[in-house]
């Protein structure tokens, strides 16, 4: 059926709490965010392999013979499994003519699709002998570099998309539908070669972004391990941008600090948040049964109580302050999600939340230089659609390429 070409999508992600506190130990709740990210699937011409990656400006083809032999000579290595980075990744880089210490988005995209087609393809009875001649082109709703994961919709996308055409798991569209989504077991192979793509661009990540853009919805995360929650609510929200640089490393260092200095006065803050994380996933959990109103200003309390705890842990910034006054001068709750020190930040937007309301708050935070998107977060996972299903201007941005 893919022949006729097909849309594979997946979802961003944020941290709805528990940010920071997760390093040590306790509870995160991740949440898929509803700005995805869209991946074309053609048969592309016979012995050709072509991916087309505007947004981080790649565009590159191979003749599949000589990807076969690619594989062929890297097949002895190994795939790479459990712990350091997939084993052929000099061999792809030498291959695609990347530098070794390249470590730009262009660079690192190239090389998870080089890895994913090439393994998914050697690990699949139908490729096995040839590389499959597929015409891929990717366009994200998500920013790149702002921690929402956008590498792992876009390994999550390609994993479905390659493991599809060789044949691993099935095409679940249906003559005349719009959308399919994949069983359990086909979700859990999309999940774990996308958690390798990951490896190939982050070197060691937690495998929660992938998660989320895999099963969507919202998953609880603790030390290591993933648990997808059953069933939660679609939660209207603003997702704004403040534009201000931050490195991770450094926040987490700081954080790590002062529990070090001050245990007996920290300690107490991460139980906290991890107490806020919990009582957040009950709420959660009982909201879809019982979608009553009353469950909003709860989920509002959760976001300013948060927000103070990670001013308190060191990671807030004169930004997202200014962020958080300006949204509350109309009535809304706001935090910061993920590393902090500038980044993004999510507003709660209840039902009752008035259109201009949410249009003055969007303009507000604009002239303050920030950029802001309406979404919605509890998104779905991973989907396949049909072209002529997908909104006129995902379908412009793919037909670009």
């Known amino acids: 059926m893919w022949a006729r070409g097909l849309a594979v999508s997946a979802p961003g992600k944020v941290i709805l709490h528990g940010e920071h506190a997760v390093v040590h130990g306790k509870v995160a709740l991740a949440v898929a965010l509803d700005l995805r990210t869209f991946l074309r699937l053609q048969p592309g011409t016979?012995?050709?392999v072509r991916v087309c990656l505007p947004g981080v400006g790649v565009r590159r083809s191979w003749d599949s013979p000589a990807l076969r032999a690619l594989r062929g000579r890297i097949a002895g290595k190994g795939w790479g499994g459990e712990g350091g980075a997939p084993g052929p990744l000099d061999a792809l880089r030498e291959f695609a003519g990347i530098a070794a210490e390249s470590s730009a988005p262009d660079s690192l995209a190239t090389l998870a699709f080089l890895y994913m087609c090439l393994a998914i393809s050697a690990n699949s009875c139908l490729c096995s002998r040839?590389?499959?001649s597929v015409d891929i082109a990717v366009w994200s709703e998500l920013p790149t570099g702002a921690g929402l994961g956008s590498s792992a919709a876009y390994a999550v996308c390609l994993a479905a998309a390659l493991l599809m055409v060789c044949g691993a798991i099935s095409c679940p569209l249906q003559e005349g539908e719009s959308?399919?989504?994949?069983?359990?077991?086909?979700?859990t192979l999309i999940n774990s070669w996308a958690f390798q793509?990951?490896?190939v661009i982050h070197g060691n990540p937690s495998g929660v972004d992938n998660a989320v853009g895999t099963w969507g919805g919202a998953l609880r995360y603790q030390a290591g391990k993933i648990t997808p929650l059953k069933r939660v609510p679609m939660l209207r929200i603003l997702l704004t941008n403040t534009k201000v640089p931050r490195s991770t490393k450094v926040l987490v260092a700081g954080v790590k600090e002062k529990i070090l200095k001050f245990p007996s006065i920290m300690n107490p803050v991460l139980d906290s948040i991890n107490a806020i994380s919990q009582e957040c996933q009950s709420v959660l959990e009982e909201m879809p049964a019982n979608p009553s109103?009353?469950?909003y200003p709860v989920l509002e309390e959760f976001f300013d109580i948060n927000q103070h705890h990670l001013n308190v842990l060191g990671v807030g910034h004169p930004s997202l302050d200014r962020l958080c006054q300006v949204t509350a001068s109309h009535g809304l709750h706001s935090k910061l999600t993920g590393a902090?020190?500038?980044g993004c930040a999510i507003t709660l937007l209840p039902p009752d939340t008035s259109l201009l309301a949410v249009e003055s708050a969007k303009q507000d935070l604009c002239a303050c230089g920030f950029e802001c998107w309406e979404t919605k977060?509890?998104?779905p996972g991973v989907t396949l659609h049909s072209l002529c299903s997908l909104k006129a201007p995902v379908l412009h941005e793919l037909s670009q390429s």
Do not use: K
Request: glycine letters at 26%.
């Open 293 to 295: 109103p009353e469950y």
């Open 197 to 199: 793509g990951e490896r």
């Open 377 to 379: 977060i509890g998104a």
């Open 179 to 187: 959308t399919g989504r994949w069983t359990e077991e086909e979700l």
């Open 46 to 48: 016979e012995g050709r």
């Open 130 to 132: 040839d590389v499959p």
């Open 340 to 342: 902090g020190g500038g």
